[in-house]
């Protein structure tokens, strides 16, 4: 904070100080982190394991041997991680997904959830 004097005009159009300050204060902004959304894909009897690899390859940059892990852990335990990412960005890479996966005829889901 800066305290400055008030100062005040006289009769006279001299200037006196005045009896109280001023205060000038100056606040900084609060960026606030973003929310962060998982990005996961679900399990179904129907995709080929191949599929799920190359969709992990290529819509989330995982190399071979992750995109392979996670894939036995999607088809393992019925869902798995891809990444986590902000709302636009999640949402984005789930409509590719989906996209993809209709295009190629294959049944697999992916959705996102707040982390």
Known sequence: MIARPIVMQN???GETPGRGTSVITRTK???KKPNLYRVLLLNDDY???DFVIHILERFFQKDREAATRIMLHVHNHGVGECGVFTYEVAE??????MDFARQHEHPL???MEKK
Do not use: D, E, Y
Not at 92 to 97: N, R, Y
């Open 11 to 13: 009769q006279n159009g």
């Open 29 to 31: 902004p609060k960026t």
């Open 47 to 49: 995709t080929p394991m």
């Open 92 to 97: 984005t890479k789930v409509s590719q997904v």
């Open 109 to 111: 889901q992916c959705v």
